[in-house]
């Protein structure tokens, strides 16, 4: 009997001993498995109760107002359907964990505030420019309009998905103020990328719906009222679970 025929006979006459070609293939397989595997990134959780019902909501508001801007003939429609199709894009590939239930429903909420306000015709004009009061002449916009309250809202919004997806991870280290900060600014070069959006769509729709100088100076303070006001909140929630329990309180 040859050497190689006498090696692998020794092999299979022996448990738990592998012939070394063998031995090799097998963990070529293995480190390849395991190359894939670490390639894919970190697999992400199965969606919650919660997330899958605020996915729903979305999806039917993103289908209705498609229809009712195309019926219409809205020169905005694609632009307003595509916007939210990117953002939950963008909210499926950031998320490492599943998102609060609240905050699930806030961002399909915060999705149809956006839909609105851009396609549902009120008048001559769109929700968005809908207001309520006077005119001040000095401000440039009425005491109380839908974009002001949706701006806000939505940067709210954003900035707590900010801090739950990118920041809150690493909030275990001595830089959770940072991280608020980083999460604020994120919510709010977010919301200048939707101005930059609606300068492009003034340029394509010659100026319809979206405003002009005043329009994007309210939006922008609108934007850093609502993430100013979510970062506020983000710190004294922290500061109220840190705060000592009086004493005699039951732990």
């Known amino acids: 009997m040859s050497s190689g025929a006498h090696a692998m006979a020794a092999g299979r006459r022996q448990p738990g001993i592998m012939p070394d070609h063998l031995a090799h293939v097998t963990l070529e397989s293995r480190s390849s498995a395991r190359h894939r595997a670490e390639s894919s990134g970190p697999s992400r959780p199965p969606l919650s109760r919660a997330e899958r019902g605020a996915i729903q909501i979305a999806a039917v508001a993103l289908a209705g107002f498609c229809i009712y801007g195309l019926a219409t003939g809205s020169p905005s429609t694609v632009g307003y359907v595509f916007s939210v199709l990117v953002i939950g894009a963008a909210i499926a ?38 207001s309520i009061g006077p005119y001040v002449k000095g401000l440039g916009t009425h005491l109380l309009q839908y974009d002001h ?4 809202y939505v940067s709210f919004v954003t900035a707590f998905a900010c801090w739950v997806m990118l920041a809150a991870p690493h909030a275990a280290t001595n830089h959770r103020r940072e991280l608020v900060i980083l999460a604020v600014g994120a919510a709010l070069g977010l919301g200048a990328l939707n101005e930059v959006v609606e300068f492009l769509t003034t340029l394509a729709h010659h100026g319809a719906h979206v405003g002009g100088y005043w329009n994007t100076g309210w939006d922008l303070v609108c934007n850093l009222i609502g993430a100013g006001a979510a970062g506020l909140v983000i710190i004294q929630s922290r500061a109220t679970a840190a705060r000592p329990a009086p004493a005699g309180t039951p732990a």
């Open 93 to 130: 590939w950031m998320r490492r964990a599943p998102l609060p239930g609240l905050l699930a429903i806030a961002l399909a909420i915060a999705a149809i505030l956006h839909l609105a306000g851009g396609l549902i015709n009120v008048g001559q004009n769109v929700l968005y420019n809908a």
């Open 149 to 152: 309250v949706a701006h806000a």
